[in-house]
């Protein structure tokens, strides 16, 4: 239950700074070209709210509500999520929305997205100056790649260390190495001291599919040393400790991490329709280690998930780079940069049957953060959210701001206005959408808590 707790208290935090900035974006260019605001609100208020005021002499009432699903301004003559048609029968006002140029609506609708695309960037220079960048390099993993069966498939193989995607040579190990090959018609390996060729099916795989599997499409090799031992776990109270070694499982040999998760992986394939006896069969395991040059024979019972409770020892050093305040501001850039190229590239994939199934909302986003208070990660997922909430928002999608963009774009070019008739239709036909894309989130994540898919 504490965990609960601290993920989602990192979740509204990280969430209420976002939305207040992204709001705040829109209220900073309405004042600056002297539009009224009526509202400005944290989360959503239907019916009632937590809390509002409204200073002396101002137009704006400023408030919380009881809906944490976003925020919002209510800025005068606008067709907007209120549908305030009363408001939009009156004459205009020269102070409302629409009695404004068309260039200065587009930047009150552009404020939003512009202020949590820059938030991104200085968040993760500022994260680069106080911390610094870690990162696994993939040419320093002289013990290869472990690879699954898909993977075997196209032509891998277990020891292989990749060098290159086409003519993207791979550097930092983490997702971009298996979205580079997920997209590559080429993969170059280093096998036995020489480069390989292997050519990726003509069908790509999805980036999804490749970390869905379990095991994973590939895993650097590691040794199968014991680490760290969880407290209460099967391991410990058989008495493994920190820098034993696993050497047999199940009477085969253990040469690597890899094959304690190649074991397990066939175990709970296996049990899957068995009995609760048959799958505790299954679970009771015989596990060889060695400690020193002394040798143990240990029975153990694996959890109902098939797990031992211990992690190994991580194999390759870090590499570390550290950036002056200066510095860090170009290193943020393309840091930002390349997690939006990232995350656009990934949006493919949510129109996909498996993409659409991996469709999460404030679950799936709270899980995210770790179990317990940590300053460089609440701020990375930070900016990660600012990058997601940016280009979500600039979607040419009717009631989003890149909706209303699209359609000030069209009034620029064409000199048009759409009418206002029209308008609250496209409204009325975003919110159906969102709302449509809101019940599959909610519905994915109550699934997902149970274990459970569709």
Known sequence: METFFIKAAQLILSLSILVVLHEGGHFFFAKLFKIRVEKFYLFFDPWFHLFKFKPKNSDTEYGIGWLPFGGYVKIAGMIDESMDKEQMQQPEQPWEFRSKPAYQRLLVMIGGVLVNFLLAIFIYSMVLFAWGDSYYSVRDMKMGMAYNQTAKEIGFRDGDLPVRADAKVFDKFGVDVYRDIADAKVVTVLRNGKEVNIDMPAEKISLITMLKEDPVFLTPILPNVVDSVEAGSPIAKAGVKVGDRIIALNGKAVNSYNDIVNEKTRLQDKAVGCSHADSL??????????????????????????VAGFYPKYYYD????EYGFFESFPAGIAYGMNTLKGYVSDMRYVFSKEGAKNVGSFGAIGSMFPATWNWHAFWLLTAFLSIILAFMNILPIPALDGGHVLFLLYEIITRRKPSEKFLERAQMVGMILLLALMLLAISNDILHFFGLSW
Do not use: P, S, Y
Not at 293 to 306: R, S, V
Not at 318 to 321: C, D, K, N, P
């Open 318 to 321: 870090a590499t570390h780079v």
């Open 281 to 306: 069969k299954l679970r009771k395991v015989v596990m060889v280690t060695q400690r020193g040059a002394q040798t143990d024979t240990l029975n153990i019972t694996l959890t109902e998930k098939f």
